[in-house]
C-alpha cells in the first residue's frame, strides 16, 4: 500500500511539475506516509488529491479571515491536508501571536 501512496502522490506532483504548491505539499505527504505507512490507505483513496487538498486549505484559511485576510500555520495547513485525505490526527492549536496592544503618547517616545 505504500507503494501504491508513494506513486500516486509522485504521479501528481509530476503532472503538476510548474505548481510549486503542489510539490511542496506532496513533498510532506510523501515524508509523512514514509513515516506512518500505516496511513498510506488514506492517500490512496479514489478521488482524492494533492490539488483537492489545497483547495480544502483554501476554503479553511477563508474560514478564520480577519480584515479579508485568511491565513493558516505550517502546522494548521498540513492538519487541514491530512484531514481532507481522512487521515485521523489531532489539530494543532491555533499558533498565531496575538500582538500586545501598547498606547503610548508622543511624550513616551521622546
Not at 504548491?21 to 505527504?29: D, N
Not at 505550517?74 to 498606547?103: C, H, M, N, W
Request: hydrophobic fraction near 40%; glycine fraction near 8%.
Amino acid at each position: 500500500m505504500l507503494q501504491q501512496a508513494l506513486q500516486k502522490l509522485q504521479k501528481e506532483i509530476g503532472e503538476k511539475a510548474g505548481d510549486v504548491y503542489v510539490s511542496h505539499v506532496g513533498a510532506y505527504l510523501i515524508k509523512y506516509v514514509r513515516q506512518h505507512p500505516e496511513h498510506a490507505v488514506f492517500i490512496v483513496a479514489d478521488g482524492k488529491t494533492i490539488t483537492g487538498s489545497l483547495a480544502a486549505m483554501k476554503e479553511e484559511a477563508r474560514k478564520r479571515q480577519t480584515n479579508g485576510i485568511g491565513v493558516l500555520s505550517d502546522e494548521e495547513g498540513y492538519a487541514v491536508v491530512l484531514k481532507y485525505f481522512g487521515v485521523p490526527v489531532r489539530q494543532p492549536a491555533s499558533t498565531a501571536i496575538q500582538p500586545e496592544l501598547t498606547t503610548s503618547s508622543i511624550d513616551d517616545l521622546l
